[in-house]
Nanobody, 121 residues
Framework: QVQLGESGGGLVQAGGSLRLSCAVSGHTSKAYVMGWFRQAPGKEREFVATIEWSGGTRDYEDTVKCRFTISTDSAQNVVYLQMKSLKPEDTATYFC??????????????WGLGTDVTVSS
């Protein structure tokens, strides 16, 4: 069983930066993919970024590519999402996920409870 816990959300001005953290506990398969998804009010949960737990292949949604960076720290059992040049449209609850998925939320087996990010104009 894998347990995930997000932190690092908050209120930031447009153009600012935040770093989200996802603490990972339990038995993580070396084959797992770690993902970040987000969900704004009234919208479907959407893909943001993924990374292999080993720190290999990374994938990003087009609107966050070159602004967000996903990374892992295997020694600390943490997955990060470094966000810069934030825009109001980035406002959402951000969720950490683990499993064998890719870009679809329902492909993942484990989820955190989310952390809120609000970007003011």
């Amino acid at each position: 069983q894998v347990q995930l816990g997000e932190s690092g959300g908050g209120l930031v001005q447009a153009g600012g930066s935040l770093r989200l953290s996802c603490a990972v506990s339990g038995h993580t398969s070396k084959a797992y993919v770690m993902g970040w998804f987000r969900q704004a009010p009234g919208k479907e949960r959407e893909f943001v970024a993924t990374i292999e737990w080993s720190g290999g292949t990374r994938d990003y949604e087009d609107t966050v590519k070159c602004r967000f960076t996903i990374s892992t720290d295997s020694a600390q059992n943490v997955v990060y999402l470094q966000m810069k040049s934030l825009k109001p449209e980035d406002t959402a609850t951000y969720f950490c996920a683990a499993g064998t998925g890719s870009r679809k939320w329902y492909e993942y087996s484990y989820w955190g409870l989310g952390t809120d990010v609000t970007v003011s104009s």
